[in-house]
């Protein structure tokens, strides 16, 4: 499932569970999206990261730069207060939809 085939929000709920679990950079976070949905849902680079900026914008993410694993530089993305608190709200949300859809 790539980019526009994602269902509206199900990325910012994607993001924000990346990031729960500690800082990553954006391929991090790609390569979580991907194992964890089993190949499921691969997000394209043109779609995530124009995601990270937007939620960052809204100020559910903090960003920072660091060194990867390979010794590169990269901007790793984490959760803020507020985006934790989004991240509860989206998972809620989620859960009632997915639920009523099951239904």
């Given at each position: 499932?790539?980019?526009?085939?994602?269902?509206?929000?199900?990325?910012?709920?994607?993001?924000?569970?990346?990031?729960?679990?500690?800082?990553?950079?954006?391929?991090?976070?790609?390569?979580?999206?991907?194992?964890?949905?089993?190949?499921d849902?691969?997000?394209?680079?043109?779609?995530?990261?124009?995601?990270?900026?937007?939620?960052?914008?809204?100020?559910?993410?903090?960003?920072?730069?660091?060194?990867?694993?390979?010794?590169?530089?990269a901007?790793?993305?984490?959760?803020?207060?507020?985006?934790?608190?989004?991240?509860?709200?989206?998972?809620?949300?989620?859960?009632?939809?997915?639920?009523?859809?099951?239904?």
């Amino acid at each position: 499932m790539a980019g526009s085939d994602i269902f509206t929000g199900t990325l910012d709920l994607l993001i924000l569970k990346a990031v729960s679990w500690g800082p990553r950079h954006g391929y991090a976070i790609g390569r979580w999206i991907r194992e964890t949905t089993s190949e499921d849902v691969i997000v394209q680079e043109g779609v995530l990261y124009p995601a990270l900026h937007r939620l960052g914008r809204r100020g559910w993410l903090a960003e920072q730069w660091g060194v990867t694993d390979t010794g590169r530089e990269a901007k790793y993305y984490s959760l803020t207060g507020d985006g934790r608190a989004q991240l509860r709200a989206e998972t809620k949300r989620w859960s009632r939809f997915s639920s009523a859809i099951g239904r």
